[in-house]
């Protein structure tokens, strides 16, 4: 394990001060904060060898595309993936689950198909099929929840059936924390021939997350919430997909051959990343898996099992106040939402932002699922590696000692 004082030595943000208060971050399935080695690559790179990637003969752009290819790589790597073409840079998560629909569903998906994905969705893994269905006749599916917030599997097979030709899920629900069984339910849409793709944007931050293993088709994730900077994010794609997919954006960089009326595509993944793509970005995002695997994915997720196993006892203290998602800190990550049925989450995250400690409120961009927890928005605390449990106990305090203001008056 590591430590996690030590951890946090390397995060510039966390030293600061909010309201007079030290800094308790946790809102980290928002976004993470990042280490100064990522920080660091960013400034190399706008101070040491700026260039555009691909192009130059010159010293510098050489420097900036083997930087930018050894990122690419180090993410293939990170996930599992055979090769480094496999990874297409994105803007992030959202954007890979767009790439997929506009790119390889609408060849592969026709009237009377269906797409299956869970009620916990974010609307990144939603909205664009929604768009799909409707543009092409097709059908979405859904998997429903079991009360506890894991996946009610009782009607899986006919859920999951000869029809289907996508089955799109969350890995690790950003609302309720639930770890879906991902490589079960893939083995399940393989077996009738539907394609797999993942949401990774919780997931690949906080656990070992391995592409072959799971034996997905696509795997998206955003760099920002994995200590990597806001703007990149990458999408996996199996090989033998993305040679049969058609380009998404088209443009310079794309292209092999270009003639006034027709065009032929460059090799993978450049066919995928139309334009300038965000060079210092990808680059520090690698820098940030740099930093992952030094502490070592299997004690990430330790620490954060640990970590919410400790919040789901110190929540329990708390009267009238509902934690959802399931109770078995081994069935989720560190991702903790309450709420109390006569104070607004707003108006909690307000009074614990007095205390400097953040903590996002709201719908968490999965409106569909706060109605079926029968509630309009959630508090939601968040950990990540720089998180201890002494931050849980200010967390804890805080929600009690507002909850007291709000119920019964200052005083
Ligand atoms: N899916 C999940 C599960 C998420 O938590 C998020 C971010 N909240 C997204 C998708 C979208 O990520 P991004 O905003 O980086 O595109």
């Known amino acids: 394990m590591f430590d996690v004082k030590k951890v946090r030595q390397d995060f510039p943000v966390l030293q600061r001060q909010v309201y007079g208060k030290p800094l308790v971050y946790l809102d980290n399935a928002a976004t993470s904060q990042k280490p100064n080695s990522v920080i660091q690559a960013l400034v190399e790179y706008y101070e040491g060898y700026n260039a555009n990637v691909h192009r130059g003969v010159h010293a510098l752009s050489m420097e900036a595309t083997d930087r930018y290819e050894e990122a690419r790589a180090k993410v293939a790597r990170f996930i599992g993936a055979p090769e480094p073409e496999t990874i297409i840079w994105t803007r992030n998560t959202t954007e890979g689950m767009n790439l997929i629909a506009n790119a390889w569903a609408p060849d592969n998906i026709g009237p009377g198909d269906e797409i299956v994905v869970t009620r916990m969705e974010h609307h990144s893994n939603l909205v664009p099929w929604q768009k799909l269905v409707q543009e092409r006749g097709a059908v979405l599916r859904f998997l429903p929840l079991a009360a506890d917030g894991d996946l009610d599997l009782e009607d899986v097979d006919t859920i999951i059936n000869p029809r289907t030709k996508l089955l799109s899920i969350v890995h690790m629900s950003n609302s309720i924390g639930t770890i879906t069984p991902v490589k079960e339910l893939a083995a399940k849409a393989r077996a009738v021939g539907a394609a797999v793709a993942v949401d990774g944007a919780q997931s690949v931050p906080h656990m070992p997350v391995n592409v072959t293993d799971l034996d997905c088709d696509f795997l998206a ?92 006892d110190a929540f329990k203290e708390l009267e009238e106040v509902d934690v959802f998602g399931p109770d078995d800190a081994d069935r989720r990550g560190g991702i903790i939402p309450f709420h109390h049925p006569e104070v607004h989450p707003h108006d909690l995250g307000t009074a614990l932002d007095r205390q400097g400690i953040a903590i996002r409120t709201g719908h968490h961009c999965t409106m569909p699922l706060m109605g079926e927890l029968g509630v309009t928005a959630t508090g939601r605390a968040s950990f990540y590696v720089y998180n201890s449990e002494d931050e849980i106990d200010l967390l804890v305090d805080g929600v009690r000692e507002a909850l007291r203001y709000f119920t019964h008056g200052p005083g």
């Open 221 to 312: 994730f955003s760099g920002h919430k994995m200590l990597g900077p806001t703007g990149i994010g990458a999408l996996y794609v199996k090989r033998d997909v993305l040679e049969r997919m058609e380009p998404f954006l088209r443009g310079g960089e794309m292209v092999l051959e270009v003639t006034y009326e027709s065009a032929s595509w460059n090799d993978l993944p450049m066919r995928f990343e139309a334009g300038t793509p965000n060079i210092a970005d990808s680059i520090a995002l690698g820098a940030a898996v740099d930093y992952l695997e030094g502490l070592g994915m299997e004690n990430v997720r330790q620490h954060e099992r640990q970590m919410t196993r400790y919040a789901l």
